[in-house]
């Protein structure tokens, strides 16, 4: 079982940045693959971010790309995104997710076992 506790989320003006972490309990790295989604208002759920559980690779939606960075802390259990040059589009309800299985996508929300409670990022404009 592992559970996933996301915070960092607030609002912020266009152009700011704000950093999500990803506190998960038991061990995660080396076992899941961590992805971050999102859900703007009145939208489905997306997908935003993954890094792969060897913690060298990472893919990310075109939306995001160049602008927001994902990294994990083996030592503190934590994965993190960063968030830079923020759109208002960008405001939605943050989740994280782990993964457990590697044949299933890591862009599909269905592939992923375990989910954080989610944390709200507003960008005003």
């Known amino acids: 079982q592992v559970q996933l506790v996301e915070s960092g989320g607030g609002l912020v003006q266009a152009g700011g940045s704000l950093r999500l972490s990803c506190a998960a309990s038991?061990?995660?790295?080396?076992?899941?693959?961590m992805g971050w989604f999102r859900q703007p208002p009145g939208k489905e759920r997306e997908f935003v971010a993954v890094i792969r559980r060897n913690g060298d690779t990472t893919n990310y939606a075109d939306s995001v790309k160049g602008r927001f960075t994902i990294s994990g802390d083996n030592a503190k259990n934590v994965v993190y995104l960063q968030m830079d040059s923020l759109k208002p589009e960008d405001t939605a309800v943050y989740y994280c997710?782990?993964?457990?299985?590697?044949?299933?996508?890591?862009?599909?929300?269905?592939?992923?076992?375990?989910w954080g409670q989610g944390t709200q990022v507003t960008v005003s404009s």
């Open positions: 997710a782990a993964k457990r299985f590697l044949f299933r996508s890591s862009y599909s929300q269905g592939a992923y076992d375990y």
């Open positions: 038991g061990r995660t790295f080396n076992t899941y693959d």
